[in-house]
């Protein structure tokens, strides 16, 4: 059974950092790109992340640009978010999920990778809250 779990969420001042983990495990990550998404409470899932299965292509939100990062580490079968200067209104729960396998090495680059319902298989989140 494919497994996605997210690790690494807590609680950070305003202008603090976090690095977010998603661990894969019964299926082998270097075939799969991955996305970052988080959902507020009453809104809607939003796209924050891609990161292509060779790493080779990464894509951001607008909002999130220069402050986040997105890495993997096929060997370990993790990927990882490093999140700098978070804003309050950034909390929410993150997601990992994984997209298509025939996708792996274009799905960051396809208008539709920012959508919830291009991924296949999700983490059950890990929360970040925001807040002094």
């Known amino acids: 059974q494919l497994q996605l779990v997210e690790s690494g969420g807590g609680l950070v001042q305003p202008g603090g950092s976090l690095r977010l983990s998603c661990a894969a495990s019964?299926?082998?990550?270097?075939?799969?790109?991955i996305g970052w998404l988080r959902q507020a409470p009453g809104k809607e899932r939003e796209w924050v992340s891609c990161?292509?299965?060779?790493?080779?292509?990464?894509k951001y939100a607008d909002s999130v640009k220069d402050r986040f990062t997105i890495s993997r580490d096929n060997a370990k079968s993790t990927v990882y978010l490093q999140m700098n200067s978070l804003k309050p209104e950034e909390a929410a729960v993150y997601y990992c999920?994984?997209?298509?396998?025939?996708?792996?090495?274009?799905?960051?680059?396809?208008?539709?990778?920012?959508?919830?319902?291009?991924?296949?298989?999700w983490g059950q989140g890990t929360q970040v809250t925001v807040s002094s």
């Open positions: 999920a994984a997209a298509p396998r025939p996708t792996g090495l274009v799905m960051c680059v396809l208008p539709s990778a920012q959508r919830p319902s291009a991924y296949d298989y």
């Open positions: 019964g299926f082998t990550l270097d075939y799969y790109a």
């Open positions: 990161i292509s299965s060779n790493g080779g292509t990464t």
